[in-house]
T-cell receptor, first 117, second 110 residues
Framework: GPKVLQIPSHQIIDMGQMVTLNCDPV?????FYWYKQILGQQMEFLVN????????KSKLFKDQFSVERPDGSYFTLKIQPTALEDSAVYFC???FGTGGTNTGQLYFGEGSKLTVL | QQKVQQSPESLTVSEGAMASLNCTFS??????FRWYRQHSAKGLEVLVS????GEKEEGRFTAHLNRANLHVSLHIREPQPSDSAVYLC??????????FGKGTSLTVIP
């Protein structure tokens, strides 16, 4: 099936540093998402993004978080500065469309594991 | 806020026996329900999507939706050991904001 690629697969950084997680979504998809999963806990929505703008974000999407996709390149999640509680696996997803249709199907990457020391 | 709860937390079935997983949600306006599975903290694999009451089948996976009861289920026909994974229910609220349950850990024994 369609593949979403995430880089890096694992990153370890010191608290307070900046980190950028990269996502290469499915090529013709228009909607992009970030989810956060702390080990052993459920997947939680962070943000969705369309046409260069954040459409929705959750309370987990703190001021230190930002997303962008400059000119069709990677869809990125930047955290600056990082905090200990940001340690988690971050999953990127993309979809062609939205809503109650098959075009709204989200396809997920394998995740970027972030460890903040 | 949407609450999505899955049961049971874990389930063990024998190869070939039907596996049934449950998911309840709190937002009665939700119209977009998806089942995924996750192998060992890897990415999510799409299984089946359902948008209206009734049944939707994708291969060995069948979803049943009853929005009046705020319930969606997944049935796996003839499960194999390779189907052992965590199964996640996702329900939308708002524009395209999916809430996930905590998952059901399925083990299929030969």
């Amino acid at each position: 099936g369609p593949k979403v690629l995430q880089i890096p697969s694992h990153q370890i950084i010191d608290m307070g540093q900046m980190v950028t997680l990269n996502c290469d979504p499915v090529s013709n998809h228009l909607y992009f998402y970030w989810y956060k999963q702390i080990l052993g806990q459920q997947m939680e929505f962070l943000v969705n993004f369309y046409n260069g703008k954040v459409m929705e974000k959750s309370k987990l999407f703190k001021d230190q978080f930002s997303v962008e996709r400059p000119d069709g390149s990677y869809f990125t999640l930047k955290i600056q500065p990082t905090a200990l509680e940001d340690s988690a696996v971050y999953f990127c997803a993309s979809s062609f469309g939205t809503g109650g249709t098959n075009t709204g199907q989200l396809y997920f990457g394998e995740g970027s594991k972030l460890t903040v020391l | 806020q949407q609450k999505v709860q899955q049961s049971p937390e874990s389930l063990t079935v024998s190869e070939g026996a039907m596996a049934s997983l449950n998911c309840t949600f709190s937002d009665g306006t939700s119209n977009n329900f998806r089942w995924y599975r996750q192998h060992s903290a890897k990415g999510l694999e799409v299984l089946v999507s359902i948008f209206s009451d009734g049944e939707k089948e994708e291969g060995r996976f069948t979803a049943h939706l009853n929005r009046a009861n705020l319930h969606v289920s997944l049935h796996i026909r003839e499960p194999q050991p390779s189907d052992s994974a965590v199964y996640l229910c996702a329900v939308n609220t708002g524009y395209q904001n999916f809430y996930f349950g905590k998952g059901t850990s399925l083990t299929v024994i030969p």
